[in-house]
């Protein structure tokens, strides 16, 4: 997998280069999706949205967010450096897993498909899959972290846009990402990738 810098950089342009995949024909679906682009873009986008404001934050945070993750975790790391960048890899890590974790389901990775390919392309593996155990659990660990940061600061102007975004909902988000590995198949899960692809799921 990249580094951070990569993977941030990649995040912040995710918009930008989102954009230029909807105007790309759709296969033989083509007729069934272009009844709902605007629904497919504004999701799409939204989510895309979210990942860079996230993504730009982490250039802003350092000593704050180490402060809170020391006195906030059970992180035994006395964070040099080297490992605080590796800690916010895995926090934007973290982010891109939780939102495409919600269009693995067949209707919404198709309509969203133009995003599923950013994000494999910002990460560089094929599918969700190639992440193991352990740093599928880290990432999200380290996103439940980073998001309690956020709500920490709500009272400020400068971190409500964010909040207001990843909404009240969010570490029951990660929870239910977390549960999913176990769960891909179920009636439930299927259900919340056809309400995310139609914009009915979307945490802004």
Known sequence: MLEFATIQENAKQLMQQLASTFVRPHGCFGFFTSFIPQMMNSTAMEDARTLKLLASRLDHDQVELLHFVKNNTIQTLDFD???????????????????????????????????????????????????????????????????????????????????????????????????SRDTDNSTAGCFSGIMCSFGLNNMS
Request: net charge negative; hydrophobic share 35%.
């Open 81 to 179: 450096d080297v490992q605080f960048t590796e800690y916010k890899r895995e926090i934007l890590v973290g982010m891109y897993v939780m939102l495409w974790s919600q269009y693995e389901h067949s209707i919404s990775y198709y309509i969203n498909h133009g995003l599923i390919e950013q994000f494999q392309q910002s990460l560089k593996i094929k599918s969700l899959d190639e992440l193991d155990g352990e740093k599928f659990e880290r990432s999200l660990n380290a996103l439940s972290v980073y998001c309690s940061f956020i709500y920490s600061k709500r009272e400020d102007p400068v971190y409500q846009v964010l909040n207001s975004r990843l909404g009240p909902e969010i570490q029951a988000t990660i929870h239910t990402v977390r549960f």
